[in-house]
């Protein structure tokens, strides 16, 4: 199994050595990790990403993991990046030296509000409410969809994290999304982290990940995970829940091409933490 989702110290809200991540990874029997860490533009979200500067070393560490222990798990690199409008050349311009495996876009921020952040509250978030972010939040998934520089979208419904779901007028427009990523041939992220949080559900729900499966749209499977010891978390539900959907297979990344894993129920049993990421 997989884990395309991994995050490192590297982002400033993240604990653990990038061997440590991929040392859990080998140890919970996964055949591929893969590192992908933050980089926002966005001024709220320095302080929560890597700086441009540190991407050289964040690649070839994750290279150099790579190579080290190639006999026992394939170690990958790429990057969750806010892609916001006006930022969008700069980070094509930053990322392009870089042979990453897969760039993936989240949205983080609803103009100068960090919807997503569990430290330092913002609380303008409960001032704007969950229909304006709601509302913000898929007009900014929108736009980043027409960037063209994306393989994969992270924990898609993550405007439920704190609990307040998405309601139920918003369900036209994420199917219109849905569609978007269809025909854009472009990767949903089933997020774990999301039991960890409030929402105490996967990213996305349900719900959406039928509607996934649907519309044809293929899976990957990420941890989010912040520590080491938060690789693989909640996989047993997880594969349950993708294979009775209907998924069988997962799909994975080599410099930006997308081949697909089969799907296979674990045999090894993951302590999960009670708190992460």
């Given amino acids: ?3 395309y989702h ?6 400033n809200h993240a604990n653990g050595t990038m061997e440590q991540y991929v040392l859990r990874a080998i140890d919970i029997g ?3 990790v893969c590192f992908l860490d933050h980089l926002t533009l966005h001024e709220k979200g320095r302080s929560k990403s890597m700086s441009p500067g540190e991407l050289p ?4 560490a994750a290279r150099h993991l790579a190579a080290k222990y190639k006999r026992s798990i394939q170690v990958k690199v790429g990057l969750e990046v806010d892609i916001i409008p006006e930022y969008i050349d700069q980070i094509k311009k930053i990322i392009t030296p870089f042979a990453f495996d897969v760039i993936a876009g989240s949205v983080h921020f609803i103009e ?8 330092g509250i913002d609380p303008r978030r409960e001032l704007l409410g969950i229909d304006y972010i709601c509302r913000k939040y898929l007009e900014n998934l929108d736009v980043m969809l027409d960037s063209g520089m994306l393989d994969m979208i992270c924990h898609l419904d993550v405007v439920k994290k704190f609990g307040h779901r998405p309601p139920a007028h918003f369900d036209e ?11 854009k041939k472009i990767i949903v992220e089933l997020n774990t982290s999301g039991y960890n949080h409030a929402a105490s559900e996967f990213y996305p729900a ?17 941890s989010d995970a912040h520590r080491p010891d938060s690789v693989g978390q909640h996989y047993d539900k997880a594969i349950d829940l993708l294979m009775s959907t209907g998924y ?3 799909s994975a990344f080599t410099r930006r091409n997308l081949y697909e894993i089969p799907l296979k129920q674990r045999t090894n049993t993951v302590i999960h933490p009670v708190s992460g990421g």
């Avoid at 991994?6 to 982002?11: G, I, N, R, Y």
């Avoid at 070393?57 to 070839?60: G, L, M, R, V």
């Avoid at 427009?173 to 025909?183: A, G, P, R, T, V």
């Avoid at 519309?215 to 990420?222: A, E, P, R, S, V």
């Fill in 173 to 183: 427009k994420f199917d219109e999304i849905l569609s978007k990523i269809s025909y």
């Fill in 248 to 250: 069988s297979k997962v």
């Fill in 57 to 60: 070393f964040y690649f070839h």
């Fill in 112 to 119: 100068e509000v960090n919807i997503v952040s569990t430290k």
């Fill in 206 to 222: 349900t719900p959406l990940l039928k509607k996934c499966h649907e519309k044809k749209i293929h899976i990957t499977l990420g």
């Fill in 6 to 11: 991994v995050h490192t110290s590297l982002c």
């Fill in 1 to 3: 199994m997989i884990d």
């Fill in 30 to 32: 996964l055949e591929e």
